[in-house]
């Protein structure tokens, strides 16, 4: 069973950044061996995938967020982050990371583990 806890959101301006945390207790394998990704939802609308490692750290991003956003995680913490740089109004959203055994990648169908998510807000 994995426990994942989100910080950092928050309202900037565009082209602003902020720095996601996602810190994970984790009771059954070793953080390492999941796959994590960052979801974003906006009010009436689907959640969508943002930015995904895999167990070999491989990175994926959205298009939408490529050159702009970074995943990484400290495996010895158990913290899972997302770096955001040149922030826009379109990435006002509230932020949820994710871990799961077998699943990896921007598909948030099926996913075992969330977190309670954190809300970024970007004006204009």
């Known amino acids: 069973r994995v426990q994942l806890v989100e910080s950092g959101g928050g309202s900037v301006q565009a082209g602003g950044s902020l720095r996601l945390s996602c810190v994970a207790n984790?009771?059954?394998?070793?953080?390492?061996?999941?796959?994590v990704a960052w979801f974003r939802q906006e009010p009436g609308k689907a959640r969508e995938g943002v930015a995904a490692?895999?167990?070999?750290?491989?990175?994926t991003y959205a298009d939408s967020v490529k050159g702009r956003f970074t995943i990484s995680k400290d495996n010895a913490k158990k913290t899972l982050y997302l770096q955001m740089n040149n922030l826009v109004p379109e990435d006002t959203a509230m932020y949820y990371c994710?871990?799961?055994?077998?699943?990896?990648?921007?598909?948030?169908?099926?996913?075992?583990?969330w977190g309670q998510g954190t809300q970024v807000t970007v004006s204009s």
């Open positions: 490692l895999d167990k070999e750290g491989r990175e």
């Open positions: 994710a871990a799961d055994y077998w699943r990896c990648g921007l598909v948030s169908d099926g996913v075992d583990y």
């Open positions: 984790e009771y059954t394998y070793g953080f390492s061996t999941y796959c």
